[in-house]
């Protein structure tokens, strides 16, 4: 004869259960599988989310106006300024902007993967930085469509290309979109300064698309908007999912009398 099973069994459902009890058993048992991360993350809160993306939605909203405008003389200086550099300054920025190549963003990229999931013992960080890269990349490549903007190199006599010919138009920074979005997807799960080197890292790729002399700063500006709104809508999505696990938590305390086995705990900024 088989032992009694008793509520503290996680996959036993009495009968007389109300559903969200149910849903909270079902829900506890997949908190302890590789989803979920294991230590606490910082998912900020739905209005810092939203502010972010909304920060993002306004700069590109402006750095688009400014091209529509044609208010670009100030983009035309600033980008003399960052590409044409004296030749000993550029002896040492080129091999150090090969770092920002896509070559060495995926490098970057595939670290920071294998760092945030034996950190977290979990996919839920690569499930987010894969959206937020899908997500700006789209929104990035509409707007360049829409703006077919000639990249620097094609129409300024003076500009440096210290690299092969760029595909696609210029505005914006398809580079630059998917960095910002995926260093923000990212942060709540890093340790924080590992947070401070991937913004110091975004930052960086945004200025080697100038130096090298297929963006424009305004085209920078834009993608960076995009990441930014990519980014928070990830953020928002983080923080509603693992508030619904938080929720199922709560569900089985009360259904219970008992908490959740440590490791089947959802984290919570």
Not at 207 to 216: A, D, F, I, K, N
């Amino acid at each position: 004869m088989s032992a009694r099973r008793t509520p503290d069994d996680i996959g036993y459902q009495p009968a007389g259960w109300p559903e969200d009890a149910r849903l909270a058993v079902r829900t506890m048992i997949s908190l302890d599988s590789w989803w979920w991360p294991k230590r606490s993350s910082r998912v900020p809160g739905s209005r810092t989310a939203w502010l972010v993306a909304g920060m993002g939605a306004a700069l590109f909203g402006v750095s688009a106006l400014l091209l529509k405008t044609g208010t670009l003389s100030w983009d035309d200086r600033l980008f003399a300024v960052l590409n044409e550099v004296p030749a000993a300054a550029a002896a040492v920025l080129t091999p150090l902007s090969h770092l920002f190549l896509p070559v060495g963003v995926v490098v970057v990229v595939v670290l920071a993967v294998i760092y945030v999931v034996a950190r977290n013992r979990s996919v839920l960080p690569v499930a987010a930085g894969a959206a937020a890269a899908g997500l700006a990349w789209a929104l990035a490549h509409v707007a360049k469509a829409i703006a077919d903007r000639p990249r620097p190199y094609e129409v300024m006599a003076d500009a440096v290309l210290r690299q092969q010919p760029a595909h696609g138009t210029s505005f914006p920074s398809s580079h630059t979109a998917v960095t910002v979005a995926v260093v923000i997807a990212l942060v709540p799960f890093l340790a924080r300064p590992l947070a401070a080197a991937g913004i110091g890292y975004a930052v960086l790729v945004g200025w080697s698309r100038v130096y090298l002399g297929v963006h424009y700063p305004l085209d920078i500006l834009g993608g960076a908007g995009i990441g930014l709104a990519a980014g928070g809508v990830i953020l928002l999505a983080l923080g509603i999912l693992l508030g619904r696990a938080g929720r199922a938590e709560n569900l089985w305390d009360a259904a219970t009398g008992s908490g959740l086995p440590a490791a089947a705990r959802p984290c919570r900024g």
